[in-house]
């Protein structure tokens, strides 16, 4: 199956720091999400970016398919962006994903 | 978007047993899936449930031990059977609305410990 790794694994911040995630995957997709899995675990979808630029506020993501990889930007950080940020991908139309590792976030006051 | 929600959120079952999971959708959805995440780890597709045929597994997980119901377009079952502590994960359900959306959406997931 298709591989996805994300990097770093893990992320500590000083609140109002920015950063970059980065998602490789092995394969050539036509479905890419991002998500952010909260201290309570819940997941959150954050961008279905399969190609080009998305923003949303202090977050934005940039998938360059031709070269397999994605970005996520976090921009002037804050406690509650800590948590895990996984990349997920998947290239058949039955829309199943395929998870990276996913990328722990700790954002300090 | 969707609503979803599970039921139970959380359950600490003996060895042995078996335990049903409940995802129910606030509208009718296209597709609905259930995952595991292991302790520490990332998700993990087990099943695309079907609505009103067998569930569509995945390598390394099979219909005795994870029976899947889907008996219409907003409500889904995941049963754990025979459980052992290697069970113990969160399993989440997770749908995508149609329309030519791939946007997908997780449910707040079943925390299991198996003892």
């Known amino acids: 199956g298709i591989q996805v790794e994300q990097s770093p694994p893990d992320l500590i911040l000083q609140e109002g720091a920015n950063s970059t995630l980065r998602c490789n995957f092995s394969?050539?997709?036509?479905?890419l999400q991002w998500f952010h899995q909260n201290p309570w675990g819940q997941l959150i979808n954050l961008f279905y970016?399969?190609?080009g630029t998305k923003q949303n506020g202090r977050l934005s993501a940039t998938t360059v398919a031709t070269e397999r990889y994605s970005l996520l930007y976090i921009s002037s950080s804050q406690t509650t962006d800590s948590g895990v940020y996984f990349c997920?991908?998947?290239?058949?139309?039955?829309?199943?994903?395929?998870f990276g590792a996913g990328t722990t976030v700790t954002v300090r006051a | 978007s969707a609503v979803i929600s599970q039921k139970p959120s959380r359950d600490i079952c003996q060895r042995g047993t078996s335990l049903t999971i409940q995802c129910q959708v606030d509208?009718?959805?296209?597709?609905m899936f259930w995952y595991r995440q292991q302790p520490g780890q990332s998700l993990t597709l087990i099943a695309t449930?079907?609505?009103?045929?067998?569930?569509?597994?995945e390598s390394g997980f099979v219909i005795d031990k994870f029976p899947i119901s889907r008996p219409n377009l907003t409500f889904s079952t995941l049963t754990v059977s025979n459980m052992s502590p290697e069970d113990s994960s969160i399993y989440l359900c997770?749908?995508?609305?149609?329309?030519?959306?791939?946007?997908?959406?997780f449910g707040p997931g079943t925390r299991l410990l198996v003892l």
């Open positions: 997770s749908v995508v609305t149609g329309g030519g959306m791939k946007t997908q959406y």
């Open positions: 449930a079907n609505q009103g045929s067998e569930a569509t597994y």
């Open positions: 509208s009718q959805v296209t597709m």
């Open positions: 394969d050539s997709v036509n479905n």
């Open positions: 970016i399969p190609s």
């Open positions: 997920a991908v998947g290239r058949s139309n039955d829309y199943k994903l395929s």
